[in-house]
């Protein structure tokens, strides 16, 4: 869902978001993460498969990924479940102590 940043920055998928999940889960509010969970299930698991797509998106090689979240984006009534994911991205991207650092001209 996040672009690799360039910068000195990592990519999202280089990540160990680990501990960030358990936190999400605790401290999230209820609607965020009923919001979250549902646009999960939707984006990564149901629409690939609906459109014809043949795995869920964590199976879906770079190139795949990146055109069936350009085709998700442009349906209707599936940007707010993008940004909703975006949103929860942002917050596990930027939990990791080195991308603070990094941020904020400390690394």
């Known amino acids: 869902m996040l672009p690799s940043p ?3 920055l990592p990519a999202a998928g280089d990540l160990d978001l680990s501990a960030f999940w358990p936190r999400f889960e605790a401290a999230a509010p209820i609607h ?3 919001a979250f969970h549902t ?5 990564a698991g149901m629409l690939p498969i609906a459109l014809g797509y043949r795995h869920t998106l964590a ?3 770079d190139d795949a990924r990146n055109a069936f979240l350009v085709r998700a984006a442009n349906m209707p009534g599936m940007a707010p479940l993008l940004d909703i994911v975006k949103v929860v991205a ?4 930027f939990d990791d102590p080195h991308v603070e650092a990094t941020i ?3 690394a």
């Open 90 to 93: 942002a917050f596990a991207y």
């Open 39 to 43: 646009a999960t299930v939707v984006i």
């Open 104 to 106: 904020r001209g400390r």
């Open 59 to 61: 199976s879906l090689d």
């Open 32 to 34: 965020l993460r009923l």
């Open 6 to 8: 360039g910068g000195g």
